[in-house]
């Protein structure tokens, strides 16, 4: 399991900002870019950032984070996002991939 680094308050502080600021301009672009979907965590639209793809199988994957967000969580973390966007595939019929699938595909990568 990845171990992550403490950190001071003051550095909490400003990954606290910059957490707040990139939820700020995520909700700007998805004003300017309606109809874009966007990414789990800090909301900003796949015009401006590039999603990470998680393969579940050799030819299928999702990407409910973006590579920024993607990178500042841990495999355990980043369970939440994947699991909302699977529920969200539930509004357009039963989802042709089950949970415990793409659960084993985002614990197995690691953070690069």
Known sequence: ???????????????????????????????ITPGYSYCGKCGITWKFVKGHSTNYTNSRGCFPLCEHCWELLTPEERLPYYKDLWDSWHRWGKPDVEWKTIKEAVLSEAST
């Open 1 to 31: 399991m990845l171990q992550k680094k403490k950190i001071s308050n003051r550095s909490r502080y400003r990954f606290d900002l910059l957490v707040m600021l990139r939820r700020a301009f995520g909700a700007i672009t998805r004003i």
